[in-house]
C-alpha cells in the first residue's frame, strides 16, 4: 500500500466541473489500493477576483491582509473537492494549511515552510479518507496566515510528502512532464523521462516553468520523489529524483529561457574594495532579488557593474541603485527590459568539455549577440536580446541533439510535441 | 476612553465602496477617542456564489465542509476592511474567529460559542489598532472550523463585546432599530428606543429579525448592553438593556410576526403517560426544532397532539412523525404550511390582566380565527391562517396603541415609519 501525494494546480480545480474530475482520479487511487492526500491551489478565477477587490481598494494594500484574503481561495477549493469526494460515496476530509500543521516563518505573500506537524492528517489517513489539504498557505508560530509565493503549491505538495514520508509526490499540470524545451518555441521539444534534482533545479531557476525552484530545493532535502504529470491524460509523466547510475546520463537535458528579467547597469563605478557589497548590500536590504552578476575589468580605477533582476523587483531595484550610484560617486547607470536568458542544463557538462564553446558558436552562427554569461558546474546561460530569444532556444535545441530519434506522440493539446522511443 | 464593538452584516459590507464607507465610520470611532473593534459579515454576493458552487458539486454537502467554505466568506471581508482602513491612513488588524480566540462547541452550521480568549484582540488594541474580526465562525478545541448559524455574527460581536468588556456593542443594519411591528406591515409602527433583554428575546424568538435570539441571550447573560442602529444614517437607534425603573415601561413593547413555521398535528393518539415524551424525544433525536406544542383534552382515551416547527426542519419532521404515529398506533398526522405566529411581547402584561382578553376580542373582531395559543408572561402567541397575518398585526398594532402620538419621521428609505415624539 503506496501513499500517494497528489497535487492539482489552478486550471485542474477551474470549474466545479474539473473538481468532480479531480475527485474521480482521488478515488481511482484509492481504489487501487494507495492511501491518498492531495494538495490543491485556489480555483483559477477565484484568485483573480479576490485581487481585483483587493485593488478596488488599495493601490498597495498590507502583505499580512493580502495573504489573509488569498488564503481563502484555496479553502474554498478543499471544501469543494471535499464535498465532491462524499457526493461520490467516499470518505474525504479536506484540512487549511494551518490544520494539516504547516508552519512557515512569518515572510508574508512568500514565507517559507519550517516544519510540518503531520499529526492530524496522519490520523485522517488512519481512518482510511482521503485528505484534502489547501495548498500554498501556512501558519507562524505566532498564528499569522501567510502564503508561500508563486507556484507555492508545489511546495506544500513536496513538504507534505516528505513529512508524511509518502512513495511519491504526483504534481499534475496542463503539460505532460518536463520538455527539452518550451514546446510552443521548439515544436520537436520532447518529453524528459526522468531527471535529476540538480538538474531540475537549474531547468526551474532558468525558466522552466512545470515546477517551482523551491518545490525542487525541498524534493532535494527530503529526497521527495516527484512525478510531474498531466492532469487531462493517464500517460506517464516526468520522474524527479536522485541521481543514480540506472538514470538515463544525457550531456545536456534541456534549453529554457526566462524573460522576466531586467538587465542594470551601474557604469564607472570606482574599482575599490567593498563596492560590489555595497551595491548588492543595499539591493538586499530593499528585498531586490538578482540573479546574474557580471563585474568588468577595472579599467584606469573604474569599473562597470551589472546585473539581472526580475521584473517585478525593478521599481526597487531603480530605487536602490539611483541612491547606491550618488553614494559611490559612479557615473550612472542604465536599465535593460528587453532583455532574455537562455541556458542549456545538463548533469553530462562536468566530464563532457566542449559544452560551452558549441553553445557560444552556435549562437554567433545564428547572429545571437551575447550580453553576459553565467555558469555553474551543470549549466551555463547567456543573457541575450529578447527579440532573439525564439532562435536562440531552436538553435541550441538542434545543435546539442535534443529532439534527436523523435517520433510524433500522442500528447495533450496544450503541449504539442515529440516524444522520444 | 470607550470601548465600543460594531458589527456591521452582510448588506453593509455588501460591496468594495460599502466596505469603504465602514472604514471610514470605524475610523471615525476612532478619532472620538474610543477603542474600536469591528465584527463583519460575507460580503453580500459571496455567499451566495459559494453556496451555488456547493450545490453544483452536492445536493447534500457535509456539514464540517459546508463550514470550510462559508467561513471563507468572513475571512475575505476582514481582509479588505483591514486593507480598506491602511488606505485612509489608519492601522487596523484583521482576525479570523480562530485567531479572535472564539472557542465553539462542534455542531457544525450552528455551533454555540462557549469562550472567549480575547488575549490577541487585547494586545492587538494596547497597540492602538482598529481590530477587525470575522464574525459567524469560530474554532472547536480540537481545532476544526465552524459556523455560528443564522445571524451568527450578531452572537460573535455580543460575545467579542462580553469579551473585552466593551461598553457598548453597536450592531448595524438597515434599518433604523427595532419597532413596534415591521413597518412593511404596519406604516404607523414607531421605533422603540429603549426595551430589555426579557421583551426583546420574546420579540427576536417570535419574528423580529433585526436581532438573533442567540445573541439577545449571550448578550442578557453577559450584561452586555446592545444599540441597534441604521448602517446608513447617524441618528440614535435602539438600546437593549436590562431593565431598571428609568426605563419607559410601556405595556406592550410590539407586536411580532412569523411565517416560518408549519403546524403538524399527529391525530387520536392514545392518551397514555409517556406520549408525548416519546413524539418529542424522537423530534429531537431527529435534530427537528419544535416551539409552540398543544395538547387536546383526552375523549374517549385518544387525544391530538400538535406542535409547530421550522419549514426547514420540515422534512426531518415529517420522518420523524410518520415513524412515531405508527409506533404508538395513532390514526394518522397531518402538516400545514400555511399558518402564522402573531405574538404581543410587553413586561407590563405581567402587571396588567385583560391583556389576553382584548388581544383575542380585537382578533375575533378582525375576522382572525385563532388555531393555537401560547403564552409566557411577557408574551402572548397566536398561531391564525398566513393569509390573515397583515390583518392580525395591523389590528394588534391599532388595539394596543403602539402607534399612538407620533408624527411622521425622517427615517431611512428601508424602514418607512413613524415615529414617537
Not at 40 to 46: C, I, K, L, P, T
Not at 243 to 260: C, F, N, R, Y
Request: aromatic share 4%; hydrophobic share 45%.
Amino acid at each position: 500500500m503506496a501513499l500517494v501525494v497528489q497535487k492539482y494546480g489552478g486550471t485542474s480545480v477551474g470549474t466545479t466541473d474539473r473538481i468532480m474530475a479531480v475527485a474521480h482520479r482521488l478515488i481511482e487511487a484509492k481504489e487501487r489500493g494507495d492511501r491518498v492526500v492531495a494538495v490543491v491551489s485556489a480555483m483559477g478565477d477565484f484568485t483573480d477576483e479576490l485581487l481585483s477587490k483587493a485593488h478596488a481598494i488599495s493601490a498597495e494594500p498590507p502583505e499580512r491582509e493580502m495573504d489573509m484574503l488569498l488564503a481563502t481561495g484555496e479553502q474554498v477549493t478543499i471544501a469543494l473537492l471535499a464535498m465532491a469526494i462524499h457526493a461520490q460515496g467516499h470518505e474525504a476530509i479536506s484540512f487549511t494549511g494551518a490544520q494539516a500543521g504547516i508552519v512557515s516563518d512569518s515572510s508574508h505573500t512568500k514565507a517559507r515552510i519550517q516544519e510540518i506537524h503531520a499529526d492530524r492528517v496522519n490520523d485522517a489517513l488512519e481512518q482510511d479518507r482521503i485528505v484534502i489539504i489547501a495548498g500554498f498557505q501556512a501558519l507562524t508560530p505566532e498564528g499569522e496566515i501567510t502564503t508561500l509565493g508563486r507556484g507555492g503549491s508545489d511546495t506544500t505538495a513536496v513538504a507534505v510528502a516528505a513529512g508524511l514520508g509518502a512513495d511519491v509526490c504526483e504534481i499534475y499540470t496542463d503539460v505532460d512532464g518536463v520538455f527539452t524545451a518550451d514546446p510552443r518555441i521548439e515544436p520537436r521539444a520532447r518529453k524528459i523521462d526522468t531527471i535529476s534534482y540538480e538538474e531540475m533545479l537549474e531547468m526551474a531557476a532558468t525558466g522552466a516553468r512545470v515546477l517551482q525552484l523551491r518545490s525542487v530545493e525541498f524534493a532535494r532535502n527530503h529526497n521527495v520523489v516527484i512525478h510531474v504529470r498531466s492532469s487531462f491524460g493517464q500517460g506517464p509523466g516526468t520522474i524527479v529524483r536522485e541521481a543514480d547510475e540506472t538514470m538515463e546520463q544525457a550531456i545536456i537535458s534541456g534549453v529554457t529561457h526566462d524573460t522576466s528579467e531586467a538587465k542594470v547597469t551601474v557604469r564607472d563605478v570606482p574599482d575599490r574594495p567593498g563596492v560590489a557589497a555595497e551595491v548588492f548590500g543595499r539591493l538586499a536590504a530593499d528585498n531586490v532579488n538578482v540573479d546574474m552578476i557580471i563585474q568588468n575589468v577595472s579599467e584606469q580605477g573604474m569599473t562597470d557593474i551589472s546585473f539581472t533582476t526580475p521584473k517585478e523587483d525593478l521599481v526597487r531595484a531603480k530605487r536602490a541603485v539611483a541612491a547606491v550610484t550618488e553614494a559611490l560617486g559612479a557615473r550612472s547607470f542604465s536599465v535593460d527590459e528587453s532583455v532574455a536568458k537562455v541556458s542549456l542544463v545538463g548533469a553530462g557538462m562536468k566530464t563532457h568539455p566542449g559544452v560551452a564553446a558549441l553553445m557560444f558558436r552556435s549562437l554567433a552562427d545564428a547572429g545571437v549577440n551575447l550580453d553576459m554569461i553565467s555558469t555553474s558546474s551543470i549549466r551555463i546561460s547567456c543573457v541575450i536580446g529578447a527579440e532573439q530569444v525564439e532562435t536562440a532556444v531552436r538553435t541550441l535545441h538542434e545543435a546539442f541533439g535534443l529532439g534527436e530519434a523523435f517520433v510524433i506522440a500522442e500528447t495533450s493539446p496544450s503541449a504539442p510535441g515529440c516524444e522520444k522511443r
